[in-house]
Every structure is written in C-alpha cells, then in structure tokens.
C-alpha cells in the first residue's frame, strides 16, 4: 500500500486518499435513510412518508444509544490497544456490547408499549396515525438488531477491519432497495408502509449477523465467555466515551420534534395543514444531508493532514489544505444551491406523486428552506477544521450551533408571526448566522496562523549526553505544580549524566499525533476537563483529539524508554512504563505557602488568585491521572519515593535523589 507523506506530499493526492472513502461511507448511509421513503412515496402515497418522518425520531434515539456504546467501545478499544492492555480492551469490547444489547432489549420494550405516545410526542397527526403504528410497530421489532449491528459495526472498525464494516452495511442498503419493491407493491406481497418496514429490519438482521459473526475473527483482541462478566466501572467509561455521538444523535431529534410540533399546532391556519409540511420537510431534510455527507467526508478527509501540518507547524500547508476544502466544499454547494432552486418538483417527485398543495410546500420549502445552502460548506468544513487543529470548543460550537443555538430558537419565535412558514424562514435564517459565525472565526484563526511564531522545542542530542550509568534507567517524577519538582527533575537528569524529557515531549508527541504543539501544551494537563472536548470525536478512530493525545504521549514515552536511560517529567509515566524493567517512579509535592510563592516568583501568578488556580492546576492532574489509569495520582503507594521539596529544598532534594538512584537495586545487582 502507498504511503504518502503528509508533510511533503500534495494536498490534493493525500484529499483524494482519504475523502474519497469517506464520502462513499457517509453517502451510503445518508442514502439507506431515504430508500423506505421513495419506495412508500410510490407504492402507497405521501402520507405513508409522512409516517416515517414521524416515526424517525424514534429510530434516531436508538440510534444514538447504539453510537453511544459503538463508538465509544471502539474509542476504549483503541485507547488500550495504544497502552498496551489488551485484557482491558477485551473487557471494554465485551462490556460495551454487553450494555448495548441490555439497553437495546429495553428500549425496544419502551417502544413497543408506548408507540401511541411516542408518536404524539413527535407530532403525529390523525390522518398520519394508522400508517406511522403500522410502521413503527414493526420497526420496533428490529431496533434491536438495527442496535447491535451499529455497535458492532464500529468496533469491527476499530478493529483495523473497516472493509468488512462497509461490506455489512452496503449489503444491508442493497438488500433494502431489492426487498422494498417486493413488500411495498401490489406486485409484489402489497404491505405498504408494513412491507417497507419489514423489508428495513430484514436488511438490519443480514448487517446484525455479518456483523456478529466477525466476533470470531477479532485481529487485536480474543473474546470468550469469560471476557462476557458485567463490569458496571468499565461500561459507564465505554458509555462516556461515546457521549457526544449520543448527544450529536439527539440534537437532530429536538430538530425534528420541535418542527413536527410546530406543524402540528399551526397547521390548521395554513392551507397546507400538517400532513404535506410534516412530509416534504422530512423529505427535503433527507435531500439536502446526501449533499451534506459530501463535504462533510471532504473535511473529514482533510483532518489528519491539517493536523499533521498544524503540528509540524507548516502553517501554509494548513492554510492551504483549508483553502482547498473550502473551495470544494462551497463548489458542492453551490451545486445542491442551483439544484435544490430549480428542480424542486423533480427532486421531490423522486418520492412519488402528490397533489397541488404537496407539490406547492415542496417548491416553497426547497427555495426557501434551502435558499441560503449554499454556505453550508463553509459552516461544516469550518466546524471540522477546528477540530482538526485542536479546539474542541469552537469545533462543538459550530457544531452545534446551526440546529440547536440559531435554528430551534428561530423556529419557535417565527412561527408566532408566521405560522408553519415560521419553520420554512427559520433555515436560511440560522444558515445565514451559521455562516457569518463560521466565518469570524476562521478568519481570526486564519490571522493568528499568519501571526504565529514558530518556536522549536530543541530535542536533545543523543549523542551529546554521556550515560554514566551501568545499566539502562528510567525515572519518572510526577510532581505537584508549584512544588519546584521540575527543577528538581532536571537537576537530577544533569547530576545523572542523562537525559531530561518535559517540554521536549511536545514535539514528539505533535509529531505523533498530528495535534499541533499549542494543543498539546494547553491541554495535556486538563483532558476530559472539558464537557466540549467530548464532541471533539474523530472521524476516522472514533476518539476524541484528547485520547489521540494520551495515546501518543503513551507511545512517545515508550519509545524515549527504550532509547536509553533518561528522566521523564508528568504525562502519567510511571503507569505508562510500569511493566518496565529499571524504573524508578518519584512523587515530589509542597506546602500550599510555598506553592504560592514559587507560582508568584517564576510563573507570574496573580497573589490573590495564586492558590486558587494552583488548586485548579493539581486537581485537573489529578483527575487526568485518574481517569487514564484507574490510579490514584496522590497514592504513594504507586512510587518508590515521595519527597516534600520544601523540607530540604530543590538543591538538596536533588542531593538526595541522587543518593537514593546510586543506592538503588536497579544500578547495583
């Protein structure tokens, strides 16, 4: 297979590496959404779409729930394959499917009996209600297999085996179109809105067992009965690390209730009532996300080579990678502008025949809802690019800020003047604001690119360090902020004759990663502090830019290991290297006063606020510390020596740690 390099080769070659692919997945499964509802529009009539529109929230629900559990287990997986733990691993993988399939099992138990409910929860009308139980009874029956087919799915990725996923999920799509014609139509067994759904969970069942018949075949981890004991710590760690995929899921299911609602309650002041806009809205929606799977698997494509540059600090590559993005994403735009403005009656035909009126909301709502789609691309690509840089929050604010800051509010107040219109004039308006807020803050990012100064973090030449040890020695020291353990660490390295790692780490780590170094130095003290950072998911591994980080300062850290013998500030070493021969773990802290004083002197810390944020600082090491090793950072018992620098000060700390390496069983047998 070719590789190409990403800080040298051309943008254009590495987009059309890695988008392709991904615009294929994305499309594939924007397409299987739409299939029931052409076939419905055909076989049975509008409202029979309809129908599925009001039963889609539903499915989306579960959905999140599967992706909540399938990316997260496959983060997890990841995450311990980087460290190393496979028994870890395997029990995360048993675990999350685990309470996937509980959870499955529940939800459809909730759907089942409470289907009548649901639906008037999400909308449905009376001339809806018959079709959408049909349908949503029979999906309910399925949404089992449609559960645990994702999960795996995503696991099956994880596991370095993303042919085998796409094969089980085009296979699902393409027995869905075959089955669809046969069960709708009067040729065929003639269910209508029953047949489409029956045809759905069939095809659910085929990708649920292709899927569950790879567990067999894991490449990285070996699950047996044993691996399947319940282990509620590890299921709510898989559960959190997919947690914004869930969130993402449900934002799309107040879109679509709230507008449903809307419809609903104004419906009978318009000559459109409810049935046609809770309908072509759905219809158009679906439309429109084919069109955005496009640029969104152009941005995503262009992820790891603007983070690759980011952190090499080839800033004009970014600048271009992101000017390239931009261009196709806004030419595919432009396209869905120009299509969405003069065929409408094309498109929604697409979906079977309706009346005047139908065909009437359908032009109104592909003209106006859409009118200002045309900066999307800009809105979506932006939103990826911060994430790819390292700014989970601004990449979780563009986000989200479309459905849930700009269009649900604007929604909810238009309609008071405007009834079901209220809904149609609330697109462009939240377009127009996504557009305007996206492009601020690419513009002042793009400024602080210019602006930025390269600074090098010197890597040390092996060469030049003479080990005067016998054998080959690793110590780590983790240390209070505040406590002078730093300079204790480097006195000590330069005592020693060897090696002193801590602000060199981030070079290597940006290098391994393709996080930039500001990302990394801002944040590698305060992961998973962020509630923001956790929509910051990537598309490819399913982790967040925070477990990316720790993995690669995992391996970093490894590899520095077995160089030669150095010392090693933070970033949880001694967990990272405990399976290591020849390592002695140091723990040196400090008195609050003290703290302050050194933070006051050499950080330039604000008196009044200096313990404050001190306090912040350790209790963020801390939880980072905890969350990654499931240790406890201030338990001693997890190092060969703790010191309280302020005791002897940093000199004779040194001294002493000095004294205590010489006198270690790992220099002298």
């Known amino acids: 297979m070719e590789q190409l390099n990403l800080g040298t080769e051309k943008i254009g070659k590495l987009l059309k590496k890695f988008a392709i692919p991904c615009i294929i997945s994305l499309v594939v499964n924007a397409l299987y959404n739409i299939v029931d509802q052409i076939f419905i529009g055909w076989g049975v009539n509008y409202l029979g779409n309809g129908a599925t529109n009001i039963v889609f929230p539903i499915t989306v629900i579960c959905l999140a729930f599967a992706l909540m559990f399938g990316d997260g287990t496959s983060a997890f997986l990841s995450l311990k394959l980087g460290e190393k733990k496979t028994k870890e691993a395997e029990k995360g993988v048993s ?114 067992v292709m899927n569950a018949l790879y567990i067999r075949r894991f490449k990285t981890i070996k699950l047996s009965k044993e ?39 104004y419906g009978g002041l318009s000559k459109f009532g409810s049935d046609i806009p809770i309908t072509v809205l759905g219809i158009v929606m679906k439309i429109n996300q084919i069109l955005n799977s496009i640029i969104i698997g152009i941005a995503a494509g262009s992820q790891p080579i603007v983070g690759f540059n980011y952190g090499a600090k080839k800033y004009d ?34 979906f079977g025949s309706g009346d005047e009126l139908y065909n009437e909301f359908a032009c109104i709502t592909f003209r106006i809802f859409l009118m200002l789609t045309i900066f999307n691309g800009v809105q979506i690509s932006s939103g990826i690019f911060f994430q790819a840089i390292g700014k989970p929050s601004k990449a979780a604010f563009l986000t989200l800020s479309r459905q849930i800051l700009l269009f649900i509010p604007s929604a909810i107040i238009l309609s008071k003047f405007f009834d079901i219109m209220g809904v149609i004039y609330a697109g462009p308006v939240s377009d127009g604001l996504a557009f305007i807020v996206a492009a601020v803050l690419v513009v002042i990012e793009t400024k602080r690119l210019e602006k930025k100064k390269v600074e090098s973090y010197a890597i040390r030449d092996e060469n030049k360090v003479h080990n005067e040890l016998q054998h080959k ?72 830019n925070d477990d990316n980080l720790f993995i690669a300062e995992s391996k970093a850290i490894k590899k520095i290991a077995e160089k030669g013998s150095c010392v090693i500030v933070g970033r949880c070493s001694n967990q990272i290297l405990k399976d290591n021969k020849n390592v002695i773990n140091i723990f040196l802290y400090s008195d609050d006063e003290n703290k302050v004083k050194r933070a006051i002197k050499y950080y330039g810390l604000n008196k009044k606020t200096a313990l404050k944020e001190i306090n912040k600082i350790n209790k963020n090491r801390e939880k980072h510390y905890n969350y990654y090793t499931h240790e406890q950072w201030k338990n001693l018992d997890n190092y060969d020596i703790a010191i309280n620098v302020d005791k002897y000060g940093v000199e004779k700390t040194a001294e002493i740690l000095m004294n205590f390496v010489e006198n270690s069983k790992y220099i002298y047998k």
């Open 227 to 265: 691996s399947f004991k319940v282990d509620f710590k590890t299921a709510k760690t898989v559960a959190m690390l997919g947690i914004s995929s869930f969130i993402t899921q449900m934002s799309i299911v107040a879109v679509i209730g709230v507008q449903n609602t809307i419809f609903k309650q």
């Open 95 to 208: 675990n999350g499917i685990i309470a996937g399939g509980i959870t499955a099992i529940i939800l459809c138990s909730i759907v089942l009996i409470f289907l009548p409910q649901l639906l008037n929860i999400f909308g449905c009308t009376d001339a809806l209600r018959e079709y959408a139980l049909n349908y949503g009874y029979i999906i309910a029956i399925g949404l089992p297999f449609a559960m645990m087919g994702t999960i795996l799915n995503s696991i099956i990725r994880a596991d370095g085996s993303p042919k085998y996923a796409m094969t089980s999920m085009v296979t699902g799509a393409v027995l869905n179109i075959i089955l669809d014609p046969i069960f709708i139509f009067d040729w065929g067994l003639n269910l209508g809105v029953a047949g489409a759904a029956t045809a759905t969970i069939i095809s659910q069942f085929v990708t649920f």
């Open 317 to 350: 590559r970014v600048k271009q990678t992101l000017k390239i993005v931009l261009s196709l994403s806004i030419a595919v735009s432009a396209f869905a502008f120009i299509l969405f403005q003069t065929m409408p009656e094309q498109l929604i035909g697409i």
């Open 473 to 544: 020695l690793i110590i780590t020291v983790a240390r209070e902020y505040g406590s002078g353990g730093r300079y204790v660490a480097k006195l000590l390295a330069e005592k020693l004759g060897i090696k002193f790692y801590d602000k060199d780490l981030i070079e290597i780590v940006s290098n391994e990663s393709g996080l930039s170094a500001s990302y990394i130095e801002e944040n590698e003290q305060n992961i998973h502090g962020n509630l923001l950072s956790s929509f910051n998911t990537q598309y490819y591994d399913n982790l967040s």
